[in-house]
């Protein structure tokens, strides 16, 4: 199933060019009081949520794709992280342009040794809300990669079983300002983390290692590649995460980017894609 969530925080069903209107099957999720469990809702209950959708989603409105307002399909996650250098193309460019290290970063290790980083999670956004650019005296890139939301509680997994904790996939635009600042800092500002255009559930992508995925802006093709070529794939990825920290449905990892960043400035229009997952516009503007 692929939803999304548009409008003023309503649950579509993507059909084809159209999406159902199924926000009515959020009244099988539990009520909480203060304090909030540390997961998103949603993504917890999906299969509860996924059972109601069968029985309502044929008598839900339809409303066409082009007219909604596309919104992050996760709105809570507890956790963003990031896959730095993850493709080796991109490791390999990194290193050799000094727009792309600097000082504190010029001998830049592999994935293995860098480790994972967080992005805040006021940084969310969804592609019809736009990037907001900020220090735009500085570098700012595009950076699409696949993302993974997780759907279990997952604590020390190992990469065997790692997909058993996976909700579904989305794509993931982790923007990045340039600089000599730590990476949650230049990459935590508000708008820098776009999910979209909606979640594909686990069921539909057995295998997230064998996925084209690219990226233009205004109509050029910037980056273009695959999974396939990710250095830690998606099992490694949980396990190396979960060995750090506890995971919680909703909880995001993006996987790293492939080779080709390049700067955005504010006008520009983005369009990303993933095979099996879609395709998402995003547009660009100064904060
Ligand atoms: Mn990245």
Redesign the pocket.
């Known amino acids: 199933m692929r939803f999304c969530r548009f409008g003023d925080g309503r649950l579509g069903l993507v059909e084809e060019s159209h999406v159902r209107d199924v926000t009515a099957a959020l009244d099988a999720l539990p009520v909480y009081r203060y304090p909030f469990p540390q997961h998103d809702l949603f993504i917890a209950n999906l299969d509860k949520i996924m059972d109601r959708v069968r029985t309502i989603a044929g008598s839900s409105p339809s409303v066409p794709l082009k007219d909604v307002q596309l919104l992050s399909p996760v709105a809570n996650p507890s956790k963003i992280i ?3 250098v993850n493709y080796q193309k991109h490791l390999d460019e990194v290193r050799g342009d000094a727009q792309l290290h600097h000082d504190n970063q010029a001998h830049i290790a592999v994935i293995q040794k860098t480790g994972l980083f967080l992005k805040a999670c006021s940084a969310l956004i969804g592609p019809s809300e736009g990037i907001a650019l900020r220090k735009l005296d500085r570098r700012n890139d595009h ?1 699409v ?1 696949l993302a993974v939301v997780i759907g279990k509680r997952a604590n020390s997994i190992s990469s065997a079983d790692a997909l058993n904790y996976v909700a579904g996939y989305t794509i993931g635009l ?1 923007l ?1 300002i340039r600089g000599p600042e730590e990476r949650s800092l230049r ?1 935590s500002a508000d708008t820098y983390a776009v999910l979209g255009p909606w979640l594909v559930t686990a069921d539909e992508i057995t295998n997230p290692g064998n996925l084209n995925l690219k990226i233009s802006v205004n109509g050029e093709e910037r980056q273009n590649s695959n999974t396939k070529y990710m250095i830690l794939g998606v099992p490694e990825l949980i396990e190396f995460a979960s060995a750090f920290y506890t995971l919680n449905p909703g909880d995001v990892i ?1 996987t ?2 492939p080779e080709g960043v390049s700067p955005i400035q504010p006008g520009d229009n983005i369009l990303a894609s993933i095979e099996k997952i879609g395709t998402m516009a995003v547009k660009v503007r100064a904060a």
């Open positions: 990031g896959a730095p950076e990669e982790d990045t990459k993006m790293g980017t």
